[in-house]
């Protein structure tokens, strides 16, 4: 089969298409034929081995990546069960978290992949995995919105901002995304009362505040970010600009911890959306609401298999409308 693959950490240019040998499922897992899958920042901090301290942890290999073929957010149907991978048969369309998802067969646990909604084709399909979890943690799990409540959106034209903002509009709030000039049609078109192009408008002037706030590009220090929030506010990170290369979003965590303890704010990570943590339960609910017409994924671009370096640096340049996917068959 064809695979990208990635034998050492570096830029885009290390990645390779070439002929592997196709994956068996194990114990718990199911092998996937891949249809599409998408690229995150994700992607790419395990294609450069960023931040150090995961290298330490065993999260990405120490001195090569653990997994030789890149990828994670994957669609496609599934070719064959392991040996207690119950709940899922061959033939069965699927989305989920697959180890090795840029190649035209991936495994995956069992219980990281959910039936894809009918109402998506692969490519739509590939790009809910990572974003839509990470954004259902955010406004739902970590932020708690309610109906009523203001929520600021930053990075509302991204891969988890996208589906930020029709969460929380389906969940009754007002909601104000902050974009490029670029996006900003598209984003009140998702469901934002207001939008803000960041270019034109400083939205910690002041002039308003909001109980939730999901910061997705981590631009401004916590300070500045709750001067907008009410008394009783919550700040949401999502690990961007996380403070470099050492510590990563493990140092944007303890910067948290450390301004917790003298606000009255409450300021909350999110628990990544990775394929090592528990996810089941979220691409289910995040799947209902596709599949109730609450939720639609945002493509901004789509590559073939073979162009892949190209995908990963246009994510790594930080400027994605929306989801950026790869047409695998």
């Given at each position: 089969?064809?695979?990208v693959?990635?034998?050492?950490?570096?830029?885009?240019?290390f990645l390779?298409?070439?002929?592997?040998?196709?994956?068996?499922?194990?114990?718990?897992?199911?092998?996937?034929?891949?249809?599409?899958?998408?690229l995150?920042?994700?992607?790419?901090?395990?294609?450069?081995?960023?931040?150090?301290?995961?290298?330490?942890m065993?999260?990405?290999?120490l001195?090569?990546?653990?997994?030789?073929?890149?990828?994670?957010?994957?669609?496609?149907?599934?070719?064959?069960?392991?040996?207690?991978?119950?709940?899922?048969?061959?033939?069965?369309?699927?989305?989920?978290?697959?180890?090795?998802?840029?190649?035209?067969?991936?495994?995956?646990?069992?219980?990281?992949?959910?039936?894809?909604?009918?109402?998506?084709?692969f490519?739509?399909?590939?790009?809910?995995?990572?974003?839509?979890?990470?954004?259902?943690?955010?406004?739902?799990?970590?932020?708690?919105?309610?109906?009523?409540?203001?929520?600021?959106?930053?990075?509302?034209?991204?891969?988890?901002?996208?589906?930020?903002?029709?969460?929380?509009?389906?969940?009754?709030?007002?909601?104000?995304?902050?974009?490029?000039?670029?996006?900003?049609?598209?984003?009140?078109?998702?469901?934002?009362?207001?939008?803000?192009?960041?270019?034109?408008?400083?939205?910690?002037?002041?002039?308003?505040?909001?109980?939730?706030?999901?910061?997705?590009?981590?631009?401004?220090?916590?300070?500045?970010?709750?001067?907008?929030?009410?008394?009783?506010?919550?700040?949401?990170?999502?690990?961007?600009?996380?403070?470099?290369?050492?510590?990563?979003?493990?140092g944007?965590?303890?910067?948290?911890?450390?301004?917790?303890?003298?606000?009255?704010?409450?300021?909350?990570?999110?628990?990544?959306?990775?394929?090592?943590?528990?996810?089941?339960?979220?691409?289910?609910?995040?799947?209902?609401?596709?599949?109730?017409?609450?939720?639609?994924?945002?493509?901004?671009?789509?590559?073939?298999?073979?162009?892949?370096?190209?995908?990963?640096?246009?994510?790594?340049e930080?400027?994605?409308?929306?989801?950026?996917?790869?047409?695998?068959r």
């Open positions: 089969m064809k695979a693959l990635q034998e050492r950490f570096g830029p885009p240019d390779r298409l070439q002929e592997v040998d196709r994956p068996r499922a194990g114990a718990g897992q199911v092998l996937v034929r891949v249809h599409a899958a998408a995150n920042p994700y992607d790419w901090h395990m294609m450069r081995g960023d931040p150090y301290a995961a290298r330490l065993g999260g990405m290999g001195s090569r990546p653990k997994c030789r073929v890149a990828g994670i957010d994957a669609a496609g149907v599934v070719e064959a069960v392991g040996a207690g991978a119950g709940g899922l048969r061959p033939g069965t369309p699927v989305l989920g978290f697959c180890a090795g998802a840029f190649a035209e067969y991936a495994c995956a646990t069992a219980e990281l992949v959910v039936p894809k909604p009918e109402r998506l084709s490519e739509q399909a590939a790009a809910v995995p990572m974003g839509a979890v990470t954004a259902l943690r955010g406004i739902r799990t970590v932020g708690r919105v309610r109906a009523g409540q203001r929520v600021l959106v930053n990075g509302a034209g991204g891969g988890v901002g996208t589906f930020a903002v029709q969460i929380a509009a389906g969940l009754d709030a007002e909601v104000t995304g902050v974009c490029s000039a670029g996006s900003t049609e598209l984003v009140r078109s998702l469901g934002a009362a207001h939008v803000i192009d960041y270019a034109r408008e400083d939205f910690t002037d002041g002039r308003a505040r909001y109980d939730v706030i999901l910061d997705n590009v981590g631009n401004l220090p916590p300070g500045r970010l709750r001067r907008v929030l009410t008394p009783t506010g919550v700040l949401v990170a999502n690990g961007g600009g996380s403070p470099g290369r050492v510590f990563g979003a493990i944007s965590m303890l910067q948290l911890a450390a301004v917790n303890a003298v606000t009255r704010h409450s300021l909350r990570p999110i628990t990544p959306a990775t394929p090592g943590g528990p996810a089941h339960e979220d691409l289910l609910a995040v799947t209902a609401l596709i599949q109730a017409g609450q939720v639609t994924p945002v493509i901004g671009r789509t590559y073939s298999l073979a162009d892949t370096a190209e995908a990963m640096r246009h994510v790594e930080g400027h994605s409308r929306g989801k950026t996917v790869i047409t695998v």
